[in-house]
């Protein structure tokens, strides 16, 4: 094999390589540039009329109505039903595992000082956002309060949504649903950057946190690293189903794994049970949660210098500069320079250090 020549000044060129080690949330922005807590009235939102408290992370749900819960299941005849409670117990246990690993906590980032919890809304889609009638969860990177809700009390939140009309959703709380929709908070948190790649691959990765590896397919860990501009644009970049760039953020997972000290999971959470009584936490495997932590930390530094650059306030940025795709070579230079870090002498990850991503288009 002829040697390949990599381009380490390119790839260095962007900044320092992000550190792995976890600090609590310091913003060097100043506070007048922090976004506060928007007021809505919110139709749909005030609908919701019950509430569920867990740690922390409300609940929000209605019994009857257009959002009503397609299912009102109470094994444990507590009078909640049991896919709220699920839902909760479920966000609460991979929110503990994403800072026991080193991930910052979303109410912890900067750009959300002002809001003092996490919140899960059961909404009818069909209702809600017709666009997405056929999705199961949303996120959203807005501070909201609802003064015009009775059970809200008039406190500053960020929140994700489940769709409470479609049926199998309870189980999908169970599964996979809660770790990417809250990971997107975490992304949300870190990054002004939303390319669409970066946004749903990396939360394809984060699904496996509570789930065991490999259960459903095996090749999701072993399709190889783009090795062109070609391939990295088409099938990261350009890739007409953002949620297959999972293939990327997991290969990348199963590279550096060998390299990474074991998954910390704390004790108490290991006996969890979901009201049906199967386990929460499914096993103790996690691949490549430091470089995805050293990708977001790179992505933080990374929109403050192209916010010094075009002079925007850091966490306003209008949603087409967040979106804009002439940003995807600075992301993917963050990744290089965290994959490189890790001092692999694969010949895989040789070549996909060797691409230009200004050149991949």
């Known amino acids: 094999m002829p040697a390949i020549r990599l381009p380490w000044k390119q790839i260095l060129a962007g900044g320092t390589i992000a550190c792995a080690a976890w600090t609590p949330a310091v913003s060097a922005k100043e506070p007048q540039d922090v976004p506060g807590c928007r007021s809505s009235k919110n139709q749909h939102r005030l609908e919701l009329d019950q509430k569920f408290e867990f740690n922390g992370i409300r609940v929000f749900y209605a019994r009857s109505?257009?959002?009503?819960?397609?299912?009102g299941a109470d094994l444990n005849r507590n009078g909640v039903p049991d896919i709220v409670e699920d839902a909760a117990l479920h966000l609460d246990t991979v929110r503990r595992i994403f800072e026991s690993n080193g991930f910052r906590?979303?109410?912890?980032?900067p750009r959300f000082q002002q809001a003092e919890f996490i919140d899960i809304d059961f909404l009818?889609?069909?209702?809600?956002?017709?666009?997405?009638?056929?999705?199961?969860?949303?996120?959203?990177?807005g501070v909201i309060r609802y003064p015009g809700s009775r059970v809200r009390a008039?406190?500053?939140?960020?929140?994700?949504a489940f769709n409470s009309a479609l049926k199998g959703n309870h189980e999908r709380v169970k599964d996979f649903l809660v770790p990417h929709e809250l990971f997107h908070l975490y992304q949300y948190g870190y990054t002004m950057f939303r390319a669409s790649w970066f946004l749903e691959g990396m939360a394809k990765w984060a699904e496996w946190v509570t789930l065991r590896?490999?259960?459903?397919?095996?090749?999701?860990?072993?399709?190889?690293?783009?090795?062109t501009p070609k391939e990295l644009d088409e099938r990261v970049f350009s890739n007409p189903n953002p949620y297959d760039v999972r293939h990327f953020w997991n290969r990348l997972a199963e590279l550096v794994k060998r390299k990474e000290a074991p998954m910390v999971v704390p004790r108490e959470l290991r006996s969890r049970r979901f009201a049906d009584g199967s386990p929460v936490i499914r096993d103790e495997v996690w691949r490549g949660r430091t470089l995805m932590l050293k990708i977001l930390q790179g992505l933080d530094k990374e929109d403050s210098a192209l916010?010094?650059?075009k002079g925007w306030q850091p966490y306003r940025w209008a949603?087409?500069?967040?979106?804009?795709?002439?940003h995807?070579?600075?992301?993917?230079?963050?990744?290089q320079r965290a994959i490189w870090s890790y001092g692999l002498s694969d010949a895989e990850v040789a070549r996909f250090l060797a691409i230009d991503p200004a050149s991949a288009h």
């Open 213 to 227: 590896e490999n259960e459903r397919n095996p090749t999701l860990w072993s399709t190889p690293l783009p090795s």
């Open 328 to 335: 995807n070579p600075r992301l993917m230079k963050v990744v």
């Open 154 to 160: 008039d406190k500053c939140s960020i929140s994700i």
């Open 65 to 71: 109505g257009v959002h009503a819960l397609y299912t």
């Open 105 to 109: 906590d979303p109410l912890r980032s």
């Open 319 to 326: 949603d087409t500069d967040q979106r804009d795709t002439a």
């Open 307 to 309: 916010a010094r650059e």
């Open 124 to 141: 009818n889609f069909d209702a809600y956002s017709p666009d997405a009638s056929d999705k199961r969860g949303l996120s959203f990177s």
